[in-house]
């Protein structure tokens, strides 16, 4: 059973930073690709930012310059540093991740996280 726990969440004011992490555990074969996704209150999920294992990294149009994603396959997680946050970025922030869990097939299977709550207040 794969699992996604994500931590780092919290309160913070306007121009303040956060680091999100991921950690994902379980028997798998390996992961392919592993992000962020957010929902605010009365709003769709979307991408915040997303790597691939081989390094291809995608960000949300709305935090892109703001936010940087990386990963360490060694630990299977994956860390997101949010700089600058504003009262918009306050959302539930859910991990996922498209994982392999067998080397010998090519079926991959998407999971996520619980999520974290990220508030900006003033």
């Known amino acids: 059973q794969v699992q996604l726990m994500e931590s780092g969440g919290g309160q913070v004011q306007p121009g303040e930073s956060l680091r999100l992490s991921c950690a994902a555990s379980?028997?798998?074969?390996?992961?392919?690709?592993m992000g962020w996704y957010r929902q605010a209150p009365g709003k769709e999920r979307e991408l915040v930012a997303l790597?691939?294992?081989?390094?291809?990294?995608t960000y949300g149009h709305s935090v892109k310059g703001r936010v940087t994603i990386s990963r360490d396959d060694a630990k299977n997680t994956a860390y997101l540093q949010m700089d600058m946050l504003n009262f918009d970025d306050t959302a539930v922030y859910y991990c996922?991740?498209?994982?392999?869990?067998?080397?010998?097939?090519?079926?991959?299977?998407?999971?996520w996280g619980q999520g974290t709550q990220v508030t900006v207040y003033s």
């Open positions: 379980g028997n798998f074969f390996r992961i392919d690709s």
């Open positions: 996922y991740a498209v994982i392999r869990p067998h080397a010998a097939t090519n079926t991959a299977l998407a999971y």
């Open positions: 790597k691939s294992r081989v390094d291809d990294t």
